[in-house]
Each structure stands twice: as C-alpha cells, then as structure tokens.
C-alpha cells in the first residue's frame, strides 16, 4: 500500500551551531593545543640523551621544533576528523556555508577578497612597525619555524600545518560555528567583532592581539558577504601561505 508523503512535514532542523556548543568546540581546540605541547616536550625529553633538565630541553629551540609541529599537526587532524563526524549530521555541513561557493560573481569575490585581505595587511604593517616597533608579533612562533632544520620535508611539513591545516580548522571553528552561533545573539558587527576577538585570543599572544583581530574582522566580513566558508578557507590558505613563504 502507497503511502503520501508529499504533505508529511519536514522534520525540524537541530539547533546548529550553538553558541555553548562552539564555545565547547574552542575549549576543546585549546585542550589539544596544550596536550599536544605537553607531548611534543616528552617526546623531546625521552629522545635527549644529554642528561639536561626538562626546562633546558624546553628552551632547546632547535631540539622542540619538530616534536612541536608534528604534536600541533596531529591534535589538528583529531579536531578535523571530529568536526568531519559532527559536520556530517543532517545538514549541519550546508548550514554553514561548506557546501557552496559566494552568493556573489567571481570578479566580485576576489575583489572583495583581496580588498579586505590588503587592508588587514595594511593595519597589521603600521601596527608592528609603529605602535609596537621592538616587539615582533607572534615571536616565540617565528623562532619557533626557524629552529626547524631546513630540510625540502620540513618544509613541507610546515607549509601544510601553517598554509593548510590551519586556516581549514580556524574557518570551520571561528567563522563557520562561533561567528554563526554569536549572530543568532547579536548584530552581525557585534558577532563578527566577538569571533574575532576569541579568534586572536587563543593565540596566546598578547603583542599580536590586535593584529590577529584585524585579520579575523577581515575574514568574518569576507564569509558574511560571500556567505561561503569555502571561500575563507581559500582565502585564509592563500593569507598564510604567502605569510610564511615571504617570511
């Protein structure tokens, strides 16, 4: 016997994202962090063979980089691979803007895309250069980076954690959960300003937090016009990728 189901209601959505649940997913991206830190420093202790304290290991630049990149790549693998399990639900993937491109032209989204991104670089160049000159932003990283060997595969290595892996995990994260949670809250200014504020602050570094705030201002306008996660990731891959090769 056929049934009609043309009339049958269609069920309710879930309430996604959340605004608790992405802070959850934020507390949780730093618990990796720290555990990941934690492992790469026992990792470089147990391979020492000098006899050296934990902290003189720790201040070993040269002996914690590459634990510390290989530990950070792989605590982001497990919170990609957990956003995978719970982005694949209804059509939690589509709700955020994963599953399309910008509602706007091409020629319109790259314009858009470069005239935000040049303008964060812009506020980033007069702020390190004039308002904090002796202190470099994000310094304890760049040291970081260059006491890695430089090897053809730690640079790629790199590369992929800097140029690929984290601008796919901070747009899913800050822009596709926390930013869409906060403006079910608040005015679309007061969300993306609350994002990006959450965005620089898990960073860690005060010195860079109006830098790493600019530029999630930047990235929180771009994903509001274009309505595209897609379209962030590219452009936040592309952002760091020329970051890091020009540096």
Do not use: C
């Not at 990796?32 to 000098?50: H, R, T």
Request: overall charge neutral.
């Amino acid at each position: 016997m056929m049934t009609d189901t043309a009339n049958e209601p269609t069920p309710p959505q879930d309430d996604f994202p959340t605004l608790w649940g992405s802070l959850g997913w934020v507390a949780l991206f730093l618990v990796l962090q720290i555990i990941a830190g934690v492992a790469a420093l026992g990792i470089a202790i147990g391979l020492d063979q000098s006899g050296r304290s934990a902290m003189e290991v720790a201040r070993d630049l040269g002996f914690v980089a590459m634990p510390t990149v290989l530990s950070l790549i792989a605590s982001s693998l497990v919170m990609l691979g957990l956003f995978w399990l719970h982005l694949g639900k209804e059509d939690r993937a589509a709700r955020i803007g994963l599953m399309r491109w910008s509602r706007l032209s091409p020629l319109h989204t790259i314009l858009l895309a470069v005239g935000l991104i040049a303008l964060g670089l812009a506020f980033n160049y007069l702020y390190a250069n004039y308002v904090i000159p002796d202190i470099k932003v994000q310094e304890s990283l760049r040291k970081m980076f260059a006491a890695l060997p430089a090897t053809g595969l730690n640079k790629a290595m790199l590369f992929i954690a800097v140029a690929g892996i984290a601008p796919l995990l901070e747009e899913l994260l800050f822009r596709g959960f926390v930013q869409n949670a906060l403006a079910e809250k608040l005015p679309i200014w007061g969300a993306i300003l609350g994002a990006s504020a959450i965005f620089a602050a898990v960073h860690m570094d005060y010195h860079a937090f109006p830098a790493l705030m600019a530029m999630g201002v930047v990235f929180g306008l771009l994903y509001h016009k274009t309505g595209s996660l897609r379209v962030n990731i590219v452009a936040h891959m592309i952002n760091n990728g020329a970051a890091l090769l020009l540096t």
